[in-house]
């Protein structure tokens, strides 16, 4: 089993910056691939960043802004959001996979984490 546990998410005002960490346990070959998903009650999850060995991609809204990154070393995950906007405010959830190559589709992840909470404020 994999376990997922994020952190870092918060309340920032526009054009801050906030780190997201995801720390995760288990088998190295169940973190092939690991991202980052959003979501906002009432919308679909979305896909905002991905991480595997071809390497990272990124969903349009946040090129530019955020970078994914993953220390194995750590076995952590992190999401550095920069220039944070409102339209940013979601609920965040890492995600992992034992796939090699992965996109931004929730179906490509099997494992999932509670999710942090960041605010965006104009």
């Known amino acids: 089993q994999v376990q997922l546990v994020e952190s870092g998410g918060g309340s920032v005002q526009a054009g801050g910056s906030l780190r997201l960490s995801c720390a995760h346990f288990g088998y190295t070959y169940t973190t092939n691939c690991m991202g980052w998903f959003r979501q906002v009650p009432g919308k679909e999850r979305e896909g905002v960043a991905s991480?595997?060995?071809?390497?990272?991609r990124y969903v349009d809204s946040v090129k530019g802004r955020f970078t994914i990154s993953k220390d194995n070393a750590k076995n952590t995950l992190y999401l550095q959001m920069n220039s944070l906007q409102p339209e940013d405010t979601a609920m965040y959830y890492c995600?992992?996979?034992?796939?090699?190559?992965?996109?931004?589709?929730?179906?490509?992840?099997?494992?999932w984490g509670q999710g942090t909470q960041v605010t965006v404020s104009s």
């Open positions: 991480i595997d060995s071809r390497g990272s």
């Open positions: 995600a992992a996979s034992a796939a090699w190559i992965c996109g931004l589709g929730g179906s490509d992840f099997r494992y």
